[in-house]
């Protein structure tokens, strides 16, 4: 029997000892470990204890966005003429109240349904995503919102406003003989003596030329002539030269003062340095290549495209172009819309800064103002006014307004 007690014996395990400490019951809290604190950064593996040294965020240099030629202005701030940038603001300002003009005078009655109004943002030219009203109400002597009896909301001119537009209506027909002879100069610059009806319509407001031009140019059989091409455009071509008015506005003022002209434009003559030449020599050899200035009425198409005197026909064309206008200024999409015609390249904007004295481009990069500089004077008020300036003058004044003031004409309530 000893041997069956001795093998029923049951044996004590040996403890394991270990350096770790006891995992402590749960009701009790977690014991301070035994090793010192600069140690306790090696208790895990993924430790995320390390000292912080980032910048905060709010201590952090804010990083300026490079400007793209959609923002960036033309012109630095030391070289900056606020009253032509003011101009340009001033177009951004009204822009809504000219193409909303525009637009409403070719619809019937003169008024449109507000629902299909809030769909045409470009042809209104309010911003895209904001409510139509929200632009109306801007000029309440101008344009006024009803409810017809179809039990929809329109909305149209004022009975102020239709007073004006006769107004305009009578100096439109005043001025067509000028205008026509601005077509004609317009023809005549061309290199083909030739220009689609389109492009002249959608410059219009440019020369102020009537909205139905197009329909009056069968008036004047001995002038223009218009032919339609395969593609079914219309083109508007000269019948007559005359060279009475194939005379620039640079050629009769270098007439009065030829002094001006002269330090009009600078195409400076490229040298060597070892001529050593003085400011005063650098100017007399540049301007040997100042004159003669090439006239805008030539076949500059002929020209070699890159040469001086294709440089000085372009600053020409460009500088006529601007004289025909009503301010004396365009925007590079008026401009664009001639560039075949009238020989000019994609460099228009660098060679128009090449010669700040005679031009100024104002707003950004990609939307710039061209201005004929000497048209103004030193507040920027144009110093000859056309009849349809002083008339828009007046209408910006009026569309500024929130009430008509003592002595006016009230607005209809329909």
């Keep these: 029997m000893a041997w069956r007690l001795l093998s029923t014996k049951v044996t004590k395990p040996k403890t394991l000892t270990t350096s770790l400490s006891p995992i402590p019951p749960p009701h009790l809290p977690n014991p301070k470990p035994k090793f010192p604190n600069f140690l306790s950064i090696f208790t895990s593996l993924f430790s995320t204890s390390f000292p912080s040294t980032k910048t905060p965020k709010k201590q952090r240099k804010k990083r300026k966005k490079k400007e793209s030629p959609r923002t960036k202005l ?231 495209l890159w040469s001086l005197e294709a440089e000085k026909y372009r600053v020409g064309i460009l500088h006529e172009l601007l004289s025909l206008t009503l301010e004396k200024r365009a925007s590079i999409h008026h401009i664009v819309e001639f560039k075949e015609e009238f020989s000019l390249t994609k460099h228009t904007y660098q060679m128009l800064l090449k010669q700040p004295r005679t031009f100024y481009l104002a707003g950004t990069e990609m939307n710039w103002v061209v201005f004929l500089r000497d048209a103004y004077d030193e507040n920027g008020v144009l110093i000859k006014k056309d009849p349809q300036v002083v008339f828009n003058e007046k209408l910006y004044k009026y569309a500024e307004m929130q009430q008509m003031e003592m002595g006016g004409s009230g607005i209809r309530k329909r």
């Excluded at 801007?138 to 406003?161: A, C, N, Q, V």
């Excluded at 140019?217 to 455009?233: C, H, I, L, Q």
Aim: net charge neutral; hydrophobic share 35%.
């Design 74 to 304: 033309v012109q630095h701030e030391s070289a900056r003429l606020p009253h032509f940038e003011h101009l340009v603001q001033r177009d951004s300002f009204f822009k809504f109240l000219i193409k909303s003009k525009d637009f409403l005078s070719k619809q019937p009655d003169h008024v449109l349904r507000l629902d299909d109004a809030g769909k045409l943002y470009r042809e209104l030219g309010f911003p895209r995503g904001r409510k139509v009203v929200r632009s109306i109400e801007r000029h309440p002597l101008i344009f006024e919102t009803y409810r017809h009896s179809d039990g929809k909301m329109w909305f149209g001119f004022t009975d102020f406003m239709e007073g004006l537009l006769e107004e305009e209506r009578e100096i439109m027909e005043s001025m067509e003989k000028d205008r026509v002879n601005v077509v004609r100069k317009l023809l005549m610059m061309s290199a083909e003596k030739r220009i689609p009806l389109s492009k002249i319509y959608h410059c219009r407001a440019l020369f102020g030329i009537a909205e139905d031009f197009r329909d009056r140019v069968s008036k004047y059989p001995n002038f223009f002539r218009v032919t339609v091409e395969d593609d079914g455009r219309r083109i508007l071509e000269l019948v007559n030269w005359d060279p009475s008015l194939a005379i620039s506005a640079l050629e009769r003022e270098f007439m009065l003062d030829e002094d001006r002209v002269k330090k009009a434009f600078k195409f400076p003559l490229k040298h060597g340095k070892e001529l050593d030449l003085d400011e005063e020599d650098s100017r007399k050899l540049n301007l040997l290549n100042t004159l003669p200035l090439v006239s805008p009425y030539s076949d500059g198409s002929k020209l070699d």
